[in-house]
């Protein structure tokens, strides 16, 4: 391939830029679903002999794409690996929910400018959440001309094609679609271990004042209920031991059907009949959280007690400000709710601090919450303002020392409840899977209760991926330390 010498003008041709105002607009189209995705067969040696390596950056649904993005790959011939120097193709698979996630990126796209210059034939790609981001693309084409292609959240079944229009082009390639694209069932994806995720859905139609991913990630698509039980009966029969259901917010699922009536908890109520051993759900929001569902998690077997439940604040002025659609008291009555149906459930949340306007008292609500709910572990951020958002164009009048302290006081009653709740279980008789080594030291290993919480005991690597039973010995924030059982008689947690 020659090298590339690109200037402004050059983008006219393939450059079709992600436009923020038409990412807002929900159309009313129906979604359609593709059985037909193919790669064509004159384009499955095209990597024979050649390596790509992928970075991904964010949640959990960007790491499912990568492994949707190293299917397509390896299904053209490519191979893996994990040096830069070696690779052929390198992808970025970044995240746009906060600034410093987007600051890695920036940083990292600096580090491989040098080994572009050295390596012109590498064809360097960004995608993910950040490319659905007008001002991103534009920061690229102006800033870092050397990246060759830029693909969206909504196009990575276009992979192959634009891969080999980077080959064979001087211009930067990209093909961003602003408006969610349809649902493409058959993709290859590269699977490896005991756990599989599985998507039920895409998008976000719920617009949480802060949240830039209705706009990176389209409007709300479920997947049908047939295609998500053939995946999951698939993955069951080919020996994996776990499967977390992925959404941006799982409990809208089955909202958008126009032929039929079937919810999540339907779902789950269908998946929970199925020969996996374990299954986890991610995201919910508690706006969407029905009695159904928790009718149906209180069933047990194979559906796991923990349930991730982001509350964001504990102020109902600032969740309105938010657009979260629920007060602080119906979340509380939503977590009786749970607690009543499913006493030992884990409950773990997300929460914002320093929201624009955000006040001590407000902030003293959030910290009273969180220890009325007692949540076992939660993910704690600073506000950070995204452009295009509502809340960007709020008065951010927190200072960055108030947000810091706030922080670190949540932190804090964060981690002594974690504490109180793993002390909790010092005695007991856990179920547990076995997931690997742990890191630190091959002759212990790591593994999860049904409560998702990590557990430390010593054991043999045969028993990796095999569900047993562990007594709890210590307790410490993060971390079970135990030895394994024989079954127990009584029933177990
Ligand atoms: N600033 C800080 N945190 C955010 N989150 C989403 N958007 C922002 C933002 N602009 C957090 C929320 C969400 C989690 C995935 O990330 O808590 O639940
Ligand atoms: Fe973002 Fe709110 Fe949608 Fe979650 S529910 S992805 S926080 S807009």
Same mark, same amino acid.
């Given at each position: 391939?020659p ?18 105002t ?37 949640c ?9 993005m190293?299917g ?24 746009a ?23 012109? %034939? ?8 950040m490319?659905q981001e007008?001002?991103?693309? %534009?920061r ?6 050397? =990246?060759?292609?830029i ?36 993709l290859?994806?590269?699977?490896e ?10 998008g976000?139609d719920k ?10 990630r ?15 009966r698939?993955?069951a ?11 941006? %917010? ?28 374990? =299954? ?15 009718? =149906?998690?209180?069933?047990r ?51 914002? =601090?320093?929201?624009?306007g955000?006040?001590?008292?407000q902030?003293?609500?959030t ?26 164009a709020?008065?951010?009048?927190v ?21 109180a ?16 080594e ?7 290993l790591?593994?999860r ?30 971390i ?6 024989e079954?127990p ?5």
């Open positions: 391939m090298a590339k010498n690109k200037s402004d003008k050059d983008f006219s041709i393939y450059f079709q830029p992600p436009s923020l038409d990412a807002k607009k929900r159309g009313k189209e129906s979604i359609e679903v593709h059985y037909d995705f193919a790669i064509p067969e004159e384009m499955q040696t095209f990597g024979k002999d050649k390596y790509y390596l992928i970075r991904t950056y964010g959990q649904m960007n790491e499912h794409d990568t492994e949707t190293k397509l790959l390896e299904t053209m011939g490519y191979q893996p690996t994990e040096d830069k120097r070696l690779a052929d193709v390198i992808l970025l698979n970044t995240c929910i906060r600034e410093n996630a987007e600051d890695k990126v920036f940083g990292e796209l600096g580090h491989l400018k040098a080994l572009k210059a050295e390596k012109p %034939n590498l064809v360097l790609g960004v995608c993910g959440c490319s007008e001002a991103v693309v %534009n690229i084409s102006q800033k870092h001309p050397f =990246v060759d292609m693909f969206g959240t909504h196009n990575i079944h276009r992979l192959p094609h634009l891969l080999k229009e980077a080959y064979f082009s001087k211009e930067m390639v990209v093909e961003v679609w602003s408006k969610e694209g349809d649902i493409v069932e058959n290859p994806k590269k699977r271990g005991i756990k599989a995720w599985v998507n039920i859905m895409y976000c617009f949480c004042t802060y949240c830039i991913v209705p706009y990176t389209g409007k709300e698509r479920s997947r049908r209920p047939e295609d998500v039980l053939a995946e999951v698939d993955l029969r080919q020996g994996f031991k776990e499967i977390m259901l992925l959404g941006q %917010n799982v409990n809208a699922y089955g909202k958008d059907f126009e032929d039929i009536s079937y919810s999540f908890g339907d779902l789950m109520d269908d998946i929970r009949k199925i020969d996996i051993p374990r =299954v986890r759900f991610t995201t919910s929001h508690p706006r969407d959280f029905d009695d159904r569902l928790i009718e =149906v998690l209180a069933k077997g194979n559906l796991m007690e923990h349930i991730h439940l982001p509350v964001q604040s504990g102020s109902t002025e600032v969740l309105k400000k938010m657009s979260r659609k629920y007060s602080r008291e119906h979340y509380l009555e939503l977590v009786g709710k749970i607690r009543q149906a499913i006493p030992d459930a884990v409950l773990t949340t997300d929460i914002i =601090v320093g929201f624009p955000e006040t001590d008292e902030f003293e609500d910290l009273s919450l969180v220890k009325q709910v007692g949540y076992d572990m939660a993910f704690t951020f600073i506000y950070s303002p995204r452009e295009g958002t509502p809340a960007a709020m008065e951010d009048n200072p960055e020392s108030v947000k810091k302290e706030r922080l670190q006081r949540l932190n804090d009653t964060m981690n002594d409840l974690s504490k709740s793993n002390d909790k279980l010092k005695g007991q008789i856990v179920e547990v899977l076995v997931e690997g742990s890191k630190n030291n091959p002759e212990v790591a593994a209760t049904r409560g998702n919480k990590l557990i430390h005991f010593t054991g043999p690597k045969e028993w990796i991926g095999q569900l047993m039973y562990v007594k709890v010995t210590e307790s410490q924030t993060w079970l330390k135990g030895e394994r059982v079954e008689v009584q029933k177990v947690i």
